[in-house]
């Protein structure tokens, strides 16, 4: 009998292939042109063929995101534990928050150019200031749903409320960050490659507009895997992170199954 991990992993793959393959028995049998879809069979083809070109270009694309990426989760955590453990910093804070984040960030991309050059720094800034918003709304969640009845059993001990946020308040958060992080780490690809297709010249997103310029669908669509491929492993290591460092809070994978 097949363990209900490892079906669950054969599942996916399953449904992973069945959908490529699908892809290319339609384009086949209709007879879809290269210039509205190209087949999944052309895009790999132009990734084995482009890599030494596209190389370059996924690295830099791949260090912008991480770095936009920790520097919009340590401001979160910050401006998250700053809302979450004060009332008069969530009445000051939030509402500047929500507002700054309800701006489309495609509207700030420009500013950044004008204030520190086309280039590396607005992919950074861009893909940073899209993160922060959901690491913000978690970590303070988080740290609301502490209970307030723990809160006075503590102080009545002698803790401190420093002593209750460390102790108490930031693990009891820690699930609610590691969610927001797979959410923050999509975000970021989308704000990097945002400001690559404004202001760079240098990057998958760079690619991706030259390409649509010239009309070569099959390169875009090269892009936009080699974006998903980074996105997917990103997101695998901060689910196996989460795994090691908050199981106390998962349901186990056989009660789930059940």
């Known amino acids: 009998m097949i363990a209900p991990l490892a079906r669950q992993r054969l599942l996916s793959a399953g449904a992973l ?24 069979s ?19 694309t791949l260090y912008t995101t991480l770095a ?24 000051v804070t939030y509402p ?9 960030k495609v509207a700030v991309v420009p500013l950044f150019v004008v204030w520190f050059g086309a280039g590396t720094v607005p ?17 303070a969640t988080g740290l ?4 307030p009845e723990l809160e006075d059993v503590l102080r009545v001990l002698g803790a401190r409320k420093r002593d209750i946020l460390w102790n108490v308040g930031l693990p009891r958060a820690l699930p609610y960050l590691f969610a927001s992080l797979k959410i ?15 202001a760079s010249n240098q990057g998958i997103g760079t690619v991706m507009m030259i390409a649509s310029g010239n009309f070569d669908v099959p390169m875009v669509f090269a892009g936009l895997f080699l974006l998903a491929a ?16 908050t199981g106390w809070a998962q349901r186990k994978t056989d009660m789930a199954m059940a």
């Not at 393959?21 to 999944?40: K, Q, T």
């Not at 052309?42 to 830099?60: E, N, R």
């Not at 609301?144 to 209970?147: D, F, I, K, N, R």
């Not at 923050?184 to 404004?198: K, M, Q, R, Y």
């Open 123 to 139: 992919a950074i800034l861009t893909s940073m200031v899209i993160s922060i918003f959901p690491v913000v709304v978690n970590v």
């Open 42 to 60: 052309q895009i790999a083809a132009v990734l084995i063929q482009k890599m030494p070109l596209l190389w370059p270009h996924t690295v830099q």
């Open 17 to 40: 292939v069945g959908f490529f393959v699908l892809w290319e028995v339609v384009c086949l049998a209709f007879g879809v042109s290269d210039l509205i879809l190209p087949r999944p």
């Open 96 to 104: 500047l928050l929500v507002g700054f984040s309800s701006i489309p």
């Open 184 to 198: 923050a780490i999509t975000l970021a690809f989308v704000g990097t490659v945002l400001s690559e297709t404004v």
């Open 68 to 91: 936009g990426f920790v520097l919009g989760v340590g401001a979160g955590i910050v401006i998250g534990v700053m809302i979450g453990s004060s009332k008069l910093a969530y009445d």
């Open 144 to 147: 609301a749903s502490t209970e």
């Open 230 to 245: 980074m996105g997917v492993a990103l997101y695998a290591v901060s689910s196996l992170v989460e795994r090691r460092m």
